[in-house]
């Protein structure tokens, strides 16, 4: 989906998109995930693995087989 204000890392040849803003202007919590051996696109529609708050302008890292999202903003708060 559109985005801006996102974190995206990658591990091996997958890649994640996660939160940012859509085009109103509202936080994001999905994770958008690519895998560049299948060239395909599959939204994490799962709770278990969605952001636990809609937010932008958050830090991303992959380490190993671990990937983490951090920080961020959304309407009122900073997240550390």
């Known amino acids: 989906s559109a985005r ?4 995206s890392t990658s591990v091996e040849k997958i ?4 939160g940012g803003k859509n085009s ?3 936080h994001l919590s999905t994770i958008e995930i690519f ?3 299948q060239l ?3 939204s994490a529609l799962s709770s278990s693995i969605q952001l636990s708050i ?3 302008f958050l830090a991303s890292q992959s380490i190993s087989s671990f990937v983490i999202f951090a920080g961020g ?7 550390n």
């Open 24 to 26: 109103t202007n509202s």
């Open 4 to 7: 801006f204000g996102f974190a």
């Open 73 to 79: 903003q959304d309407n009122t708060n900073y997240f």
């Open 40 to 42: 395909s696109t599959i």
């Open 15 to 18: 890649a994640y998109f996660a």
């Open 35 to 37: 895998n560049f051996l």
């Open 54 to 56: 809609p937010r932008s």
